[in-house]
């Protein structure tokens, strides 16, 4: 059973359209964290929410937590090929801190 | 955030031999260190906890005697993947940080021939 499900998988669309991915899980989790990897690196950390409701941008990145701490999305605004990569969302149960739980990626690609 | 170093990036060996890799915390003492184990375009999986000073602890279906791990210090992890065979080709991933942030090595993509 996946814990946190993320969609979509794969997602291939051309420059200057907008996209958003899904975080999605029947628990709460005290936050969660949105990376975002490139082809033979490690993943970096976007950012953190931690608040039910929260909504934080970077750029033309925009994520937002559920209120009930259950969910998460990021959207782009405008996509650019530069925003090609995969995207991890991964959060901390909350009374769990212990283990990062992750989802599965989506694959993104921005075509020019 | 925490600084990583993961060496080597990437190699390549030989069928039956060992590999070592290392992930250090440059800024950041740290005593418990994860590594994980990636295919192309999925998610990260979590191998094993790496814990300063004592055992780690490893995912069920990970074989502890293949996947060692030494976290001899607040600073360095290593993971060896003993008699390495094909299959075990992968993209390997530590990490530093618990609670709610986490910072990763530049990962190490291991290719068995």
């Known amino acids: 059973t996946q814990l946190l499900e993320q969609s979509p998988q794969f997602l291939s669309i051309q420059e200057g359209e907008n996209l958003t991915v899904y975080c999605n899980s029947s628990s709460v989790f005290s936050s969660l964290q949105w990376y975002r990897q490139e082809p033979g690196e490690g993943p970096v950390l976007l950012v953190t929410v931690v608040t039910g409701g929260e909504v934080k941008k970077l750029k033309r990145l925009t994520f937002q937590f559920g209120d009930a701490r259950k969910d998460s999305s990021l959207h782009i605004t405008a996509a650019q090929p530069g925003d090609t990569g995969l995207y991890l969302c991964a959060g901390l149960i909350a009374g769990n801190n212990r283990k990062l739980i992750w989802g599965l990626g989506t694959s993104l690609a921005v075509n020019p | 955030g925490a600084v990583v170093s993961q060496h080597p990036s990437w190699v390549i060996c030989k069928s039956g031999t060992s590999v070592k890799i290392e992930c250090r915390s440059l800024?950041?003492?740290?005593?418990?260190m994860f590594w994980y184990r990636q295919f192309p375009k999925q998610s990260l999986m979590l191998m094993a906890t790496s814990n300063e000073g004592s055992k780690a602890t490893y995912e069920q279906g990970v074989e502890k005697d293949k996947f060692l791990i030494n976290h001899a210090s607040l600073t360095l992890s290593t993971l060896t993947v003993t008699s390495a065979h094909p299959e075990d080709s992968s993209f390997y991933i530590c990490?530093?940080?618990?609670?709610?942030?986490?910072?990763f090595g530049q990962g190490t993509r291991l290719t068995v021939v």
């Open positions: 800024d950041f003492q740290a005593t418990t």
């Open positions: 990490r530093v940080g618990s609670g709610g942030e986490a910072f």
